[in-house]
Nanobody
Framework: QVQLEESGGGLVQAGGSLSLSCAAS???????????MGWYRQAPGKQRELVAT???????NYADSVKGRFTISRDNAKNTVYLQMNSLKPDDTAVYYC???????????????WGQGTQVTVSS
């Protein structure tokens, strides 16, 4: 089965930076294809919201709240997506989830996969 393994996150003061990474892998054989990859976040008491997405061709979409501060990128050879977060604000505090639209095998349809989530806490 496919897994998304996240790393990074933690505690940082306002104005600081953090980076997240998320690697997609399968137990055996390589993944057939990965379409859009992205990051979402969920703060306590709020709904999960989009942070940024990037397609396999490199098209990028950001939430207005992070434009100019966050940068998403991906390494297709490593099936990995990254999120560089600069000028962090207390409002960025949330659990950040990796998401990927993956076609596991050639004969299967693509579907969404989610990481387990990583905590980002920004202190004021």
């Amino acid at each position: 089965q496919v897994q998304l393994e996240e790393s990074g996150g933690g505690l940082v003061q306002a104005g600081g930076s953090l980076s997240l990474s998320c690697a997609a892998s399968a137990a055996s054989e390589s993944i057939f294809s990965i379409n859009t990859m992205g990051w979402y976040r969920q703060a306590p008491g709020k709904q999960r919201e989009l942070v940024a997405t990037i397609t396999s061709g490199g098209s990028i979409n950001y939430a207005d709240s992070v434009k100019g501060r966050f940068t998403i990128s991906r390494d297709n050879a490593k099936n990995t997506v990254y999120l560089q977060m600069n000028s962090l604000k207390p409002d960025d505090t949330a659990v950040y989830y990796c998401n990927a639209d993956i076609r596991y095998r050639r004969w299967l349809k693509s579907r969404d996969y989610w990481g387990q989530g990583t905590q980002v806490t920004v202190s004021s």
